[in-house]
Structure formats: C-alpha cells, structure tokens
C-alpha cells in the first residue's frame, strides 16, 4: 500500500429514486439497503481501505451530514470531511478533494469513486484499481472504469471504446471515442449489440498532475477559485462562483487523454429499487425481500424493503415495489419506478420538506 494513494469518495447526493427510505434528512448512502449490517457508505470505505491508507481518504459530502459521516466512519477525523455549503455537481465535488489532497502530496495517485454502488467481485475490483494505478502513474491519463454491459440498461451513460491501447494484468485499456449519457431503449439496444460499449462507471483514477492539468484546461474558473483563497479559504464564496456542472460534461468529454479500463466486477450504481433487485438475493417467487419479519403469499417478482422490527404480510401481489420506514409508505409498479421522482415532487410540494 502507497502513502501517495488517495481515495474521495462522493457523499453528498439525496439519492430521491430510493424514497422513502433515501431522505434529505437520511440519503441512500447512510443506509443499510442491503441488509447486511452496514451502509453503502462503509461499505465502500472497506473496500478501499485494503489499497489506501486511512488518513489520505476524504469524503465530499453536504455539510449537513458531517456527523453522519463520522459516526459512520470512526476511523476518519473531521478535517477529512469535506463540507460543500451548496451542491454543485461532481466537477466542484473533485476539485475541492484535490485542492486538500495538493497540501500533502503533489505525487498523489487518485481514485473517485461513489459512496453508493454495488460491488459484488471486491477482489476483482482491488485487482482492477492496481491495474488502474500503474496505468495512471505512468501515462498522462484520466482513467475511467468501464462496466462490460449485460442488457440495454437506459439508467446509465454509455462509453463508446477506440483502440485497445495497452493490457495490464489481463485488464484492457482503451482510447475513450464517445460518452452518451442514458439512451432511449433501441439506443442502448443498438449499443449493447454493437460490443463497443461500455456503463460509464463513475469511478475514476488519475494521477494529481493528470486531473490538475485538466481542469487548468477545461475548467480553469473552477480550478482558479479553489486556488486564489489558499491563503483565506471561504467555502461559501467559492461555491456560489462555481458552475454546476458534472466532471463527465466538463472534462471527460472534452480533453484528449481519456481512457477506459475494460471491467467486470458485478457493479452497480444501486440509482433506484429496480437496480437494488437486479442485485439482491430472490426467494422461489423472484422476490427480493429486505426484513427479517414478512411473509409472503401468492406473491412474485417483488423488491419489499420493511423494518426488521415491524410483521408485514403481502398476498396476491405480482411485480411491485412495496418499501415502508417509520412514516412513509411506498407502493407501486416496478415498471412504475421513474415515476417515484414526481411522487418525491408532490410530496414536498403538497405536504412540505419534511416527508422527503
């Protein structure tokens, strides 16, 4: 393990599709979707604390959720949590972590990774982030991972793939030619067939020098407002400055050395209950269950999330989303699940803030 690696990990989205258990008050990554004891959240830390020491990891996260994240990761001290005053999207979100990761190592080697994905293959995944890293380290590269797709998934963005220029460790490496971001149905199909494409993962790796030069290039005004106040740094003044903007459409898109790492590490950006029961273990009927206490009769193909410590009975019901927390209740359509936004919409609109 290098004491030049360094891990930011993205905390600070609501995560709205996973209402009502992913609240403004609560998101997804705080929670124990899963079922397994741990939140996303930790569960990401875990896997990279095997490749990066404990004090080069920073979280990026709404400030109001700093002492969530430190009762959740103990481990980690409050400088390492990084308070975004306003939510301006991935590109601000990844400069602020470099402006802190730039005060302790020019020489860093970087991964940036969602706090809130699944990750079934760890050891493939480690494997694909060495391999990442010796790339990185000895190429002018921004490095993206790139999930072999196996169905033609709307939900994610798409890379198109150039020429394989190198393979590490059994681990292709190739030109980036494209991004498109979720495509119509026959589109993804079309991709999917083509063999061409890949999911844009979302985790990135790069060396400091790699992505500081990018953003000097692509997006000097944000890489400029971290860097004048390094003598008075006010976190407010610079996020009201800086654009809203994604570090896909900001840089990837744009500059010349992008590269993707073919991988297949059973991924998941877990963006909605569709995706969660993709993943999740199934009973004889094809339905995902999460509690401990709910019995089911006459009842298939349903993803059902109900508090461990509640009894719930479900009869007759076929290809629903049924969720239920303390004050909110969810049910409807898995084919219906886009829909979940516009419910999350109307309730703040009809009821107010405090039910999402």
């Known amino acids: 393990m290098s004491n030049n690696n360094y891990c930011v990990i993205m905390a600070g989205g609501i995560g709205s599709r996973f209402w009502p258990l992913s609240t403004s008050a609560t998101p997804k990554q705080f929670l124990d979707i899963l079922g397994v004891g741990k939140t996303l959240l930790q569960l990401t830390y875990e896997r990279?604390?095997?490749?990066?020491?404990?004090?080069?990891?920073?979280?990026?996260?709404?400030?109001?959720?700093?002492?969530?994240?430190?009762?959740?990761?103990?481990e980690l001290y409050p400088y390492q949590i990084l308070k975004e005053p306003l939510r301006k999207n991935t590109a601000p979100c990844i400069a602020y972590g470099n402006h802190e990761i730039r005060k302790r190592s020019k020489n860093a080697n970087i991964i940036v990774t969602p706090s809130d994905h699944l990750i079934l293959n760890e050891d493939e995944f480690l494997n694909t982030v060495r391999a990442g890293w010796e790339f990185s380290q000895n190429n002018d590269a921004l490095l993206t991972l790139g999930i072999?797709?196996?169905?033609?998934?709307?939900?994610?963005?798409?890379i198109q793939l150039r020429e394989e220029v190198t393979e590490i460790n059994s681990h292709k490496i190739n030109k980036v030619k494209t991004f498109t971001e979720k495509p119509e149905l026959e589109m993804a199909k079309v991709f999917l067939k083509s063999g061409d494409f890949f999911w844009n993962s979302g985790i990135f790796l790069w060396s400091l020098t790699a992505i500081d030069n990018a953003f000097k290039t692509y997006l000097p005004k944000v890489y400029e407002l971290f860097e004048a106040q390094s003598e008075l740094f006010v976190l407010d003044d610079i996020y009201s400055k800086c654009p809203n903007i994604s570090i896909d459409y900001g840089i990837m898109e744009k500059a010349e050395n992008v590269f993707v790492m073919q991988s297949s590490f059973g991924w998941s950006d877990l963006g909605t209950w569709g995706a969660l029961y993709e993943n999740a273990e199934k009973d004889e009927k094809e339905n995902a269950v999460i509690g401990t206490?709910?019995?089911?009769?006459?009842?298939?193909?349903?993803?059902?999330?109900?508090?461990?410590?509640?009894?719930?009975?479900?009869?007759?019901?076929?290809?629903?989303?049924?969720?239920?927390?303390?004050?909110?209740?969810?049910?409807?359509?898995?084919?219906?699940?886009?829909?979940?936004?516009?419910?999350?919409?109307?309730?703040k609109f009809k009821k107010g803030d405090s039910y999402i």
């Open 48 to 74: 990279m604390v095997k490749l990066v020491p404990p004090e080069n990891f920073y979280v990026v996260t709404n400030a109001q959720y700093e002492k969530t994240v430190l009762q959740q990761l103990p």
């Open 148 to 158: 072999k797709p196996t169905r033609p998934d709307t939900g994610y963005g798409y």
């Open 293 to 347: 206490n709910v019995m089911v009769y006459d009842t298939k193909n349903c993803v059902i999330s109900v508090p461990n410590k509640k009894v719930a009975v479900l009869d007759g019901l076929d290809n629903f989303i049924v969720v239920d927390s303390a004050d909110r209740l969810l049910i409807c359509k898995r084919e219906d699940e886009q829909k979940i936004r516009q419910f999350v919409n109307d309730i």
